[in-house]
């Protein structure tokens, strides 16, 4: 197995290592990369989802360590009632529009910091080490620092209900 020695610099991918069964039932690594779906927006942001399930409990067999990453698209939250782990990196005055999913996101700003503003009008800005919690809420995020590079990493849940339907 070969392990990645590649420094990583501020927006590029982050190193993922994924663990699972062999066909002895003893754990092994899968993946050792700094793969998974990588989406490049035009803001010269980019968004690395590391891994996703389709359901919670997720199912971790020995039958589900094909990387689910492969040919998913990004940004449609949790599949079918699962759950997602991504990376956000934000280059400086780079922003991401009012946006919502149907999940519980779980975050932490790793590098760098970010204004998050809400549909209401209200900001708050996160700084590394800041986390937050996203209950289907509408928001959108803002790197308003002239040279630094934001990175973000988010634990997305499927929700039981939609609190964006009842708004809407």
């Known amino acids: 197995m070969s392990h990645s020695k590649v420094p990583v610099a501020?927006?590029?991918t982050a190193r993922r290592v994924v663990t699972g069964l062999g066909e002895d039932g003893k754990a092994k690594i899968l993946y050792d990369d700094r793969e998974g779906r990588v989406e490049a927006l035009p803001s010269g942001s980019n968004f690395q989802t590391v891994w996703l399930t389709d359901s919670v409990p997720a199912d971790v067999t020995r039958e589900t360590n094909e990387d689910p990453t492969k040919g998913e698209k990004l940004f449609q939250g949790p599949v079918n009632d699962g759950s997602v782990g991504m990376f956000a990196n934000f280059p400086p005055g780079a922003s991401f529009p009012v946006h919502s999913t149907k999940s519980i996101d779980y975050g932490i700003v790793?590098?760098?910091e970010v204004e998050l503003e809400?549909?209401?009008g209200e900001k708050?800005?996160?700084k590394a080490g800041d986390v937050f919690v996203q209950?289907?809420?509408k928001h959108a995020w803002q790197n308003r620092h002239?040279?630094?590079w934001t990175k973000i990493f988010c634990v997305c849940i499927a929700s039981s209900n939609s609190?964006?339907?009842k708004m809407d």
Request: charged content about 20%; proline content about 0%.
């Open 118 to 120: 809400l549909d209401n």
């Open 10 to 12: 501020s927006g590029s």
């Open 124 to 126: 708050t800005v996160l």
């Open 163 to 165: 609190v964006v339907e």
């Open 135 to 137: 209950r289907q809420t």
């Open 146 to 148: 002239a040279t630094q």
């Open 110 to 112: 790793i590098e760098g």
